[in-house]
């Protein structure tokens, strides 16, 4: 339950945050289209300067939003995969325990890639993310980010589903509203088949 508190809480903050974001940007939009109506723009592209900052400021607060939201999930994933992990098969060669390895070979949960994390919670709690509320928006949001990270927004036509190349992922607000409370969901899915299932043990 504490956990779940807390998961409200940053998760709160974080809409808070995107609630902030975007009540400033609808006043300052608000504002230019105003001074539009005034005649205190010669031309359309006087227009469209005036509305660039305010415009971007909320593609940035998007972005921030899905950030936090991907590094909180994948703070959780790697917290649930610490049990699991302890007792997984080792690498060929490489020690079975994490006790038994020289730090200097040390592979820690933090190392990992986000398929071999889940593939470990998977495995060990008998639970399918694909069937958990809200996992492909949590997927969406992992892939979106990963996309802003390295291909500034372009999709990856391998992984992707795409209708044209290239093509970017393109993101609003209610989209970010909606990655919120699916994290909300997923997470919360995820530590009820968990907790029963360690219940039922």
């Known amino acids: 339950m504490s956990r779940y508190v807390i998961l409200n809480i940053e998760l709160n903050a974080i809409k808070a945050f995107l609630d902030r974001v975007i009540t400033s940007v609808d006043e300052e939009i608000s504002h230019v289209f105003q001074m539009h109506e005034d005649g205190e723009f010669t031309d359309f592209d006087e227009l469209d300067n005036a509305l660039f900052i305010p415009l971007e400021s909320e593609a940035i607060a998007i972005r921030a939003t899905l950030y936090e939201l991907n590094a909180l999930v994948e703070w959780e994933l790697r917290h649930l995969a610490i049990e699991p992990y302890k007792y997984a098969s080792r690498y060929a060669g490489k020690p079975k325990f994490i006790g038994d390895a020289p730090p200097n070979r040390l592979k820690l949960v933090s190392d990992l890639s986000r398929g071999e994390i889940r593939q470990l919670i998977e495995n060990h709690y008998k639970v399918d993310f694909d069937e958990l509320p809200g996992s492909s928006e949590v997927d969406r949001v992992r892939r979106a980010?990963?996309?802003?990270?390295?291909?500034?927004?372009?999709?990856?036509?391998?992984?992707?589903?795409?209708?044209?190349?290239?093509?970017?992922?393109?993101?609003?607000?209610?989209?970010?509203?909606?990655?919120?409370?699916?994290?909300?969901?997923?997470l919360g899915a995820l530590w009820k088949h968990i907790s029963s299932g360690a219940r039922q043990a």
């Open 145 to 186: 980010v990963n996309a802003f990270k390295h291909r500034k927004g372009f999709k990856d036509f391998r992984r992707d589903c795409w209708s044209h190349f290239p093509e970017r992922f393109e993101l609003n607000r209610d989209e970010a509203y909606r990655a919120i409370e699916a994290t909300r969901k997923f």
